[in-house]
């Protein structure tokens, strides 16, 4: 590096003296020296020692920055206040200032941006030694940058920026500066980057346990690791710091010195108090919010950090905060994350929100603005201590608990916007509740009904759940910005209140209402609702027939309304009608205006057994044929066929005989899910099923007087036909390409027939050929208990352990066959009801793939094979035998190295091929095995050439093909992700039948022939990694506006 230096420095002397010879001698030593000094000063600093974790992140940025590229880059390091992006920008330019002709780290940007003239002449003195220079304007700086620096190589480090401004005035295009050129911009705002339009954005991740431990231990110790008896209070810091490179940093040196007790009482006090200078540089983030965003953040902070975006979102509505664009500004400003659908906030800036809420009067918590502290609230409301400043109180209790309430305890509150009370044991309730509020969230309200001065006229949610309500209100109360009502659980409710007022309601909840008996009429009146729950209500016996003029609802959920014997007759008016849960009702006949529902995709009778006691009329052919049955009263109903976007139906458990069922089921063209299980009919028509073209999932579960599989269609991916003990036969499976998962758990009446026996492991054999070599996993589940010789390793017992041997992996190594003998008998300790609890809950089989490398790191990975918990405890054994692809498990293992990041102290990530793992362990999750006995593992490496055996190998069908069979996307997608070792023969892609519901990652990476993209489905989502040798994608690709991603890494020879 020094010697690197030193040439840089000769060829500097060789050019400064052939065009500066003439100038004065001292000046010329002058400037010789100080361009010295900075360049061996710059080597100081790369020489100095690596600081705590830093190796990682500066790797992560320096490949953004793609040094090798002649292009100018804008790279952002964007991440929230204290994460240290500062420290990695400034060791990214430690290390690679040399390999630039001039370069600057321009420190807080933000706090200089009143001076941006200074900023743009020390650029230029320290990029191209431009000394004394006077900038009159900032628009003659931007303008006398970009002619200065548009033919030199500079490194331009902008850190701390807020402001779009600053940027355009210091670094405002690309061609301001000469090729190779890079300009880093750290800051908290992601949204300015964007806007600038930088090339690329890493966002810094917080440290990890280890780097955590190590950093804060160099300030609170002056080494890498806690002194003697401290390491679990370091460890309580760390955690309480959340990783946070500046907490670690304060919070180390506030402690370095001070005796363990004073340790001790400052964990204690953190946990409440924030430390002053934390927060001080926290607060820079929040003080350059809009007052809107500054409220948003405040009720996320106290209120809804961790809780649903969706549910935050509808609740900040309420109080005309905009929250979408807000809440985008907090992520943008990393002062919240997102993941999984929560909004998430590091636990040091929820506590600079709670701190600002204090700071103006610590001690007296009924003058804060939003009270959240159990403790306080009980005091405020016990001591009536409220005061007007009071916006909002959230009082959610872990455990049930007694809490006084004045009378007069909200009298005082007349900002009051949000009330949230959980798990408050109240006597009696307050006389009264600010009218003034927009959001009432009160689990077990005390009251039988709410106050009769309650008229909250911008009340736009009532959530009263488990409350002691006998009517909500009487006669009619004007809410008109009222939205959501959620009284579930309220098991004193009798009747509904009168919706005259509230013509805005969108969501009606009265889930579990066990008294609930009477609608009121004036539910017509709800013309903008969208979801009526009335699950569970056991006492209601009507509905009122102003429900069919609900033009907006999509919703209907009447599960388990026992009493309930009909549906109104006019409900398939109710055109917008996508979901209807009939569940557990006493309906026997449907409406014959049912069949209009043209926009119906759910519909479920499951256990409606009185259509039994009725010779299942409703679903009889009078009702689907329009023809009389032999009870009919005369009436002709129409078809089911005008269900044209059905797409999941349950008719499981309806006692459905062989006449019960619709005889033009197969007209239902979208039906993708069909349930037919728990009935006794013994026989299925075979058009029925066969033109179902769109059937992906076929259930039978229980059916036991079934004696014959009806014939599947085409496309048909899952069957489960499990305790169907009278099953005698079966269509070929074999015929189905796409067939992947199977049961037939307790049918052992199927495998007296050896010709069945013989069809079932064909169909293994040929999933095994079909799918292996394409890179999909499938199951089957069939009584028996054996394993087929050809598998290499077996084992007796709950496992299997095999030594792999040397070089096990190569290109023709496709994935491992597993296949599994268990016993359905329930384990001794188990009673009877436990053991079928447990057993129903079992999404499948679920196998824990655990691969062992030399120094014993382990990797897990669980695949789930088919099968459906039995119902009863049957002496026998089942065997289950699956094929998983090594892909899947090499990509599991890549998403952990990206989440983790390239740290050398993963195991992970030194892990360079497959053959360093010497050992594979096999064996069931503990919640199967407390059900299920094992008795035999088997357990064989798949190779190419086995499965081929000389067969023709079957690939991605044509697209021509398409055209007769329609196919799901998952399984598209997994014919698709396909190793590299198998795309040489793939040359084109088929083209996609737009009705797909689905694509979420249709991914080819990099095949060998293939030159063409066709057709894309309309609804794809995400479209990555593009073949490298595609010439034409079809131009459908341009209208996918549901496409969020479109990324063509490779594709050098793409024309269209």
């Known amino acids: 590096m020094v010697n690197k230096c030193i040439s840089s420095c000769m060829i500097f002397l060789t050019f400064y003296f052939s065009f500066f010879m003439d100038r004065h001698e001292s000046k010329c030593i002058q400037e010789i020296v100080e361009y010295v000094v900075a360049k061996l000063e710059r080597v100081d600093a790369i020489e100095a020692k690596n600081q705590v974790g830093i190796d990682s992140r500066v790797q992560k940025v320096n490949a953004l920055l793609n040094l090798g590229s002649g292009k100018v880059q804008f790279i952002g390091i964007w991440g929230m206040s204290g994460i240290g992006k500062t420290t990695i920008a400034r060791a990214v330019f430690d290390r690679i200032s040399t390999h630039f002709e001039g370069a600057i780290f321009l420190d807080d940007v933000r706090k200089q941006s009143e001076s941006l003239k200074n900023l743009q002449e020390e650029t230029l003195s320290k990029t191209i030694c431009l000394k004394d220079l006077r900038i009159s304007s900032v628009f003659g700086g931007s303008n006398m940058i970009r002619r200065r620096l548009c033919n030199t190589k500079v490194l331009i480090v902008l850190d701390d920026v807020d402001c779009l401004d600053q940027l355009e005035a210091l670094a405002g295009k690309h061609d301001w500066f000469g090729a190779g050129s890079r300009i880093i911009i750290t800051t908290k705002d992601k949204h300015l980057l964007v806007t600038h339009g930088v090339d690329e954005i890493h966002e810094v991740e917080l440290l990890n346990q280890s780097e955590a431990i190590q950093l804060f231990s160099w300030h609170a110790f002056k080494k890498d690791y806690p002194a003697k008896g401290y390491e679990e209070l370091s460890k309580k810091i760390v955690h309480y710091a959340g990783c946070l490179p500046l907490a670690l940093k304060v919070l180390g040196s506030f402690l370095y010195g001070r005796e363990m007790a004073e340790w001790r009482s400052e964990v204690e006090r953190l946990k409440r108090i924030p430390e002053d200078e934390i927060i001080e540089k926290l607060k820079v983030s929040f003080n350059g919010l809009r007052e809107v965003e500054k409220e948003i953040f405040l009720d996320i902070a106290c209120f809804f950090k961790g809780k649903k975006k969706e549910y935050i979102r509808r609740v900040l509505n309420s109080f005309d905060f905009y929250p979408d664009i807000g809440i985008k500004v907090l992520i943008e400003k990393s002062l919240v994350t997102v993941s999984g659908g929560r909004i998430l906030m590091h636990c040091l800036i929820q506590e600079m929100g709670w701190h600002i809420v204090r700071q103006k009067a610590p001690d007296e918590p009924g003058k804060h603005s939003r009270l959240w502290v159990a ?207 009939v569940d557990g009702t006493a309906i026997s006949k449907p409406p014959s205006s049912i069949v209009l529902l043209k926009n119906l995709k759910t519909l479920s009778f499951r256990g409606c057994k009185a259509m039994a ?15 009389k049955s032999q009870d009919s009263t005369g009436l002709v109903f129409p078809s089911v066929s005008g269900l044209n976007s059905l797409a999941k139906l349950d008719l499981s458990d309806c006692n459905l005989s062989d006449k019960g069922l619709p005889c033009d089921l197969g007209s239902l063209s979208s039906l993708v899910e069909l349930n037919l299980g728990k009935n006794n009919f013994t026989s299925i028509s075979a058009a029925s099923i066969k033109n179902l073209s769109r059937l992906r999932i076929l259930e039978l579960v229980g059916c036991k007087r079934l004696e ?160 459906v918990g039995a119902e009863n405890n049957i002496d026998s054994e089942h065997t289950c035998l699956g094929y998983l692809p090594f892909d899947n498990i090499w990509e599991a293992l890549e998403f952990s190295r990206w989440r983790d990041g390239p740290s050398p102290s993963l195991w992970s990530n030194s892990l360079r091929s497959p053959n360093d793992w010497t050992c594979i362990e096999a064996s069931a999750q503990a919640d199967v095995m407390e059900c299920l006995a094992f008795k035999e593992w088997g357990i064989s490496l798949v190779y190419e050439n086995d499965v081929r055996q000389n067969s023709e190998l079957l690939m991605v069908p044509q697209s021509s093909e398409l055209g007769e069979r329609r196919f799901s996307s998952n399984v598209i997608v997994n014919r698709l992700k396909s190793s590299r070792r198998r795309r040489r023969g793939l040359e084109a892609l088929p083209g996609f039948p737009s009705e797909l519901i689905q694509i979420g990652d249709p991914s080819v990476q990099r095949p060998d022939r293939v030159d063409a993209v066709h057709e894309f489905p309309t609804v794809a989502t995400d479209l990555r990694s593009l073949m490298s040798n595609v010439h034409r994608v079809r131009g459908s690709i341009g209208g996918r506006d549901t496409i969020t991603t479109r990324r063509g890494c490779g594709c050098s020879y793409l024309e269209t």
Not at 389 to 403: A, C, E, F, Q, R
Not at 551 to 566: A, N, P, V
Not at 613 to 627: E, H, N
């Open 708 to 867: 014959r599989l009806p014939e599947l269609p085409p496309c048909i991916e899952e069957v489960y036909a499990d305790n169907c003990t009278s099953l005698q036969s079966a269509t070929d499976l074999t015929k189905h390409g796409w067939l992947h998962r199977v049961s037939f758990s307790n049918c052992f009446k199927l495998l007296q027939d050896e010709r069945n026996s013989s069809m079932i492991y064909a169909t293994w054999n040929h999933m095994l050929k079909e799918f292996s070599l394409v890179d999909g996993s499938f199951s089957i589940c069939l009584p028996g208990g054996s394993i087929p010789s050809w598998f290499t390793f077996q084992n007796s017992g709950p496992s299997i352990t095999i030594e792999l041997p040397p070089n096990w992996y190569n290109n023709e190594f496709m994935g491992f066959a597993v296949c599994v003998v268990s016993d359905l008998m329930r384990t001794p300790f188990l009673l009877e009801l436990q053991w079928r609890e447990l057993l129903q809950k079992i999404p499948g089989f679920p196998v824990q793939f655990t691969l062992i490398d030399k120094e014993m790191n382990r990797f897990c990975y669980v695949f789930t094979m088919a099968f």
């Open 375 to 581: 403790e306080e609230i009980c005091d405020v409301l016990a001591r009536d201590k409220a005061t007007e400043n009071i916006v909002g109180m959230w009082l959610d209790l872990s455990t049930p608990k007694d809490v006084v309430i004045k009378n007069e305890a909200f009298e005082k509150m007349k900002k009051l916007r949000l009330l949230k009370i959980n798990n408050a044991c109240v006597s009696r309730c307050p006389n009264c509740i600010p009218n003034g509020i927009r959001w009432l969230d009160w689990h077990g309200y005390p009251s039988k009904s709410l106050p009769q001065s309650f008229q909250a006229e911008k009340l736009v949610g009532l959530n009263l759940q488990y409350s002691r309500i006998i009517h909500l209100w009487k006669g009619i109360k004007s809410l008109d910005k009222l939205k959501y009502i959620d009284l579930s659980y309220s098991q004193k409710l009798i009747r509904t209140p009168d919706f005259t007022g509230i013509p805005n309601l969108e969501r009606l909840i009265l889930e579990g209402c066990s008294s609930l008996a009477e609608i009121h009429p004036s539910i017509e009146h709800l013309t903008s609702l969208v979801l009526l729950n009335l699950r569970g209500c056991e006492s209601l016996a009507s509905l009122p027939s102003g429900l069919c003029r609900l033009k907006c609802l999509e919703t209907l959920i009447l599960s388990g309304c026992s009493k309930l014997d009909k549906l109104p007759e006019e409900l398939g008016h109710v055109l917008s009608l996508e979901e209807l849960y």
């Open 613 to 627: 006691s009725r010779k299942c009329r409703a679903f009889s052919p009078s009702w689907l044929l329009g023809q």
